[in-house]
């Protein structure tokens, strides 16, 4: 199969959770990564911004009371971990399950078998949302969309 051609298992799931904070994106995006890994995939999740993957990385270790998940960053030479973050795309290595954090949608959604968006209650996440639903329509994948 070619890079442009759409890989058939590639599911794009949209979470419009609750919270209406960043902080409340990033929590809910480590109960994705924690489900993720107890189903064996391996995680990436992509940051927006250097100060995101620094947050991201504190709260992949404190955000549940009774676990935590170990990960490893997008630029380490070897990577043991189910879960890896990063701020730019991976190379082929991961391509079970994409946590997308940023705002914008990206050239090759089939390098993942599922990719997840987390919409928070805020408009303007709500509008950049939308563009990138319709980019993944246009890609020829079908998006599901779950409340939360």
């Known amino acids: 199969?070619?890079?442009?051609?759409?890989?058939?298992?590639?599911?794009?799931?949209?979470?419009k959770i609750q919270g209406e904070t960043l902080t409340d994106k990033l929590n809910f995006s480590c109960r994705l990564a924690e489900r993720g890994v107890s189903l064996?995939?391996?995680?990436?999740?992509?940051?927006e911004s250097h100060e995101q993957l620094v947050e991201l990385d504190e709260?992949?270790?404190?955000?549940?009371?009774?676990?935590?998940?170990?990960?490893?960053?997008?630029?380490?030479k070897t990577r043991e971990d189910l879960v890896t973050v990063g701020n730019e795309l991976p190379s082929s290595d991961h391509n079970d399950v994409l946590i997308n954090l940023r705002n914008i949608s990206f050239a090759n959604p089939n390098q993942f078998s599922r990719i997840t968006?987390?919409?928070?209650?805020?408009?303007?996440?709500?509008?950049?949302?939308?563009k990138?639903?319709?980019?993944?329509?246009?890609?020829?994948?079908?998006?599901?969309?779950?409340?939360?």
Not at 40 to 47: D, E, N, P, Q, T
Not at 134 to 142: I, N
């Open 132 to 148: 990138r639903y319709r980019s993944y329509q246009e890609a020829g994948l079908k998006p599901m969309m779950v409340s939360i």
């Open 40 to 47: 064996g995939c391996s995680v990436f999740i992509l940051a």
């Open 59 to 76: 709260k992949l270790w404190t955000f549940s009371a009774t676990s935590f998940i170990p990960h490893g960053f997008q630029s380490a």
């Open 1 to 15: 199969m070619d890079a442009t051609e759409v890989n058939s298992t590639s599911q794009v799931t949209f979470y």
């Open 117 to 130: 968006e987390i919409i928070i209650q805020d408009e303007s996440h709500i509008t950049l949302a939308r």
